[in-house]
């Protein structure tokens, strides 16, 4: 898969003029076929719905875009539910997925209506005790424990996750919340992060069916939806094939005729919570070349930093860089692109081979549309960066302004010393 930018670099020099870099910059054209794709992967299953991870782009204005195609909202915090709830994603459109749930969450989900997913066993007690009631519908979030494969191939670990009740605690789990109350059911899990293959949500959805089928044996309680989470994928690299949704969603449906119709659980709704997938392609973060040093290595400085997008600088995620107007030039320089943090891992890319880079470049770093400006920061006291969505029409509007110094002192309006500060 090739990486090309979905913006020209005429259009990156207008938005610019009006507001500066760094920023963060969305394509409503690729949200919407997106999106529309992903309901219609799932089209066979009537109860189908996509819970967007608002964690990885809390933005409203992709929210709302996303709630026209019948996306809901799966929040895990206090503020997500607000912002969720403020946006009309009423009731059932929410799902909470939380742990280590402070009482004050439950208290907001509940009121709104949302859909509890409990992580822990303990949570039923701690959760009733809190609001007083168990909801007539509720979730539980399995962890099978153990490696989970695909193939010959390890995906990730979910014994070391600190995620979810174990296949005993979830019996028990099931048989006390149907004695306190409830009457609807859902179950939820996560077993791999960021899969690129068509696969992953195949092979969970099968290990879920089979335990529904098995739980409501030992329990007789009656599921109302199965929840494959995220972990759906992209491929940051080029060169790689990305997943098929249509793929996917049929296969899905393959075991889902082949598990659960039989056992006469034909009614039960699919539920998917992707973020990844649903937005990292279709953002990017824009940037200006404003330095350049000669030392042991070639460097690259710009005007973004880690505090931008964090996700190199923490797990040495790879992000593609086009320099824009230089995409068809030889990439013949070796360059490490940094950022003015006070940090040696302030590196956008390291030993990248690029383009010559010269002062006043733009560079657009791609597939930051997901876990990008929503794992910004303020060390070093720097500032969070704008967010524009570039509309299908070409136009472009400003879907967040970047932040100020008063914002930044905001919180010490409590002392004398923010009187003090000249803005």
């Not at 153990?146 to 605690?169: C, H, R, W």
């Not at 296969?251 to 539920?271: C, F, H, Q, S």
């Not at 030392?295 to 824009?324: F, Q, S, W």
Request: overall charge negative; hydrophobic content about 35%.
């Amino acid at each position: 898969m090739d990486k090309r930018p979905f913006v020209s670099k005429s259009k990156l020099e207008e938005i610019k003029a009006k507001y500066p870099t760094p920023f963060y910059l969305y394509d409503e054209k690729g949200i919407r076929e997106n999106a529309e794709a992903v309901k219609e992967a799932f089209s066979w299953n009537p109860g189908f719905r996509e819970y967007f991870a608002v964690k990885a782009t809390p933005n409203p204005f992709l929210m709302k875009i996303l709630g026209e195609y019948d996306c809901g909202c799966d929040c895990s915090s206090l503020t997500e539910l607000m912002l969720s709830d403020a946006l009309g994603f009423a009731g059932e459109k929410i799902m909470f997925s939380s742990n280590d749930t402070p009482a004050e969450d439950f208290v907001l989900a509940d009121k709104i209506g949302a859909i509890i997913n409990l992580d822990d066993f303990t949570h039923i007690e701690f959760l009733e005790k809190t609001i007083g009631h168990i909801p007539e519908t509720i979730s539980l979030r399995y962890n099978p424990g153990g490696v989970f494969e695909l193939g010959n191939a390890i995906m990730d670990n979910p014994g070391d996750s600190k995620y979810g009740l174990t296949y005993d605690q979830l019996i028990d789990g099931y048989k006390l919340l149907k004695e306190k109350g409830a009457k609807y059911f859902g179950i939820h899990a996560f077993l791999a992060s960021n899969t690129v293959t068509n696969e992953y949500y195949p092979t969970l959805a099968k290990q879920l069916f089979e335990l529904v089928v098995d739980i409501k044996e030992k329990t007789g309680c009656e599921f109302k939806f199965i929840n494959l989470s995220g972990g759906v994928g992209i491929p940051y690299e080029p060169g790689k094939e990305p997943n098929d949704i249509k793929v996917i969603g049929e296969g899905v449906r393959k075991v889902y005729e082949e598990v659960l119709v039989p056992a006469g659980l034909g009614d039960i709704a699919i539920y998917t919570e992707m973020g990844r997938f649903m937005m990292a392609p279709y953002g990017a973060l824009v940037t200006t070349a404003i330095h350049e040093k000669h030392t042991y290595k070639e460097y690259i400085g710009v005007d973004a930093c880690a505090v931008n997008l964090m996700r190199p600088a923490m797990y040495g995620a790879y992000h593609h860089i086009t320099v824009m107007g230089k995409e068809d030039a030889p990439c013949d320089h070796t360059y490490d692109v940094t950022g003015s943090l006070c940090e040696n891992n302030d590196k956008f890319a390291i030993d990248r081979q690029l383009p010559k880079i010269d002062n006043g470049d733009i560079l657009f770093i791609h597939d930051a549309g997901a876990h990008g400006f929503s794992m910004g920061y303020n060390y070093n006291g720097k500032l969070k960066s704008a967010e524009i969505l570039l509309k299908e029409d070409g136009s472009f509007e400003l879907i967040r302004r970047a932040e100020t110094p008063k914002d930044y002192f905001a919180t010490f309006d409590c002392f004398d010393v923010f009187n003090k500060i000249k803005f």
